[in-house]
């Protein structure tokens, strides 16, 4: 078993149910071995790079392991490619595991299994990692897609913390419906509503259906020309977060050049306050990634063209 020294503070990934499966084992596993009810904070990537790691000890899930976090005491449970190595924090990593399911296997060392979260953390796995070959790859997604439809604290409000009750929720009703009706509905129109960000990231334009499902369908068709495909999402605070997919991990590339992170294929990133609506976003992005704009950028309004691109990202 591997030490886990009793944290101040649970950290994980706000966006998606992986961050959610893992964080929540993990408070069971400090209530497990610490007796304690330590509480848990979620955040998005680039809320989290600008969070200062300054607890003694923590848990970290699904964020991700840098340099940074290197800390004795600190635990870091992860799936994401690195490229640092720890010194001094313990550092549990496999890149075809998702933090969910390495969580669970801590947490089963302590007798925290069950069938009912062997069921779950392998919906959660399939869909995380994407695993279009296992055959339960769609009904997998309709529970990744709760997290999405209904984000990660309301969602966990639901379900009042217990994982369990995410098996068969009548809400898996609404993602089947959701799936059958919208998808096909919303491929048909993002099909022909990508716009060029790059040669070679295109964003889609979508209106109904499952984003992930939707833009996996136009990579494997290869119904663009662009490797890179991405979606854009305007939240209620007015935060742009942006999605990007590929099929050859480029993808991963280009959300590192937007301060984002995630997999090869599958990354995320959430654009700078300066950038409100999605028109803004598409400006932003192609003077950020486009090779032609790069040289001729244009700062006639626009907050001084996002203050020159953030300064050239610095």
Sequence with gaps: MVDMPKPEVI?????????LVAGVLLKRLAKKLH??????????????????????????????????????????????????????????????????????????QEGLGSPALDRLVHLNNVADL?????????????????VKTYQFWNLLAIIDGGLERLLDHPLLEVMAIKRRIEDPLG??????????????????????????????QLLEQQATPYPVLITLFRKANNTVI??????????????????????????????????????????????????????VAPLNNLESLFASIEVAKK
């Design 35 to 108: 007796g304690a009810d330590v509480p848990m904070e979620a955040y998005h990537y680039n809320t989290w790079r600008q969070r200062e790691p300054r607890e003694t000890a923590a848990w970290v899930c699904d964020l991700g392991f840098e340099g940074r976090l290197d800390k004795p005491a600190w635990v870091i449970i992860d799936h994401h490619a690195t490229e640092a190595l720890p010194k001094n924090a313990q550092l549990i990593h496999d890149l075809n595991k998702s933090a969910g399911l390495l969580c669970y296997e801590l947490c089963q």
């Design 187 to 216: 491929f048909a129109w993002s099909r022909e509503n990508v716009a060029e960000i790059s040669p070679t990231v295109g964003c889609v334009d979508t209106v109904i259906g499952n984003n992930n499902l939707i833009v996996h």
């Design 242 to 295: 942006v999605s990007l997919r590929s099929k050859n991990g480029e993808a991963i590339k280009v959300a590192e050049k937007l301060q984002g992170g995630g997999h090869a294929n599958a990354s995320g990133a959430t654009l700078p306050r300066s950038v409100k609506t999605i028109p803004d976003a598409i400006e932003y992005l192609r003077h950020l990634l486009h090779p032609a704009l790069q040289k």
């Design 130 to 146: 994407f695993l279009e070959d296992d055959p339960d790859f769609v009904i997998a997604n309709d529970y990744a897609n709760l």
């Design 11 to 19: 950290l994980t990934h706000e966006s998606d149910l992986d961050g």
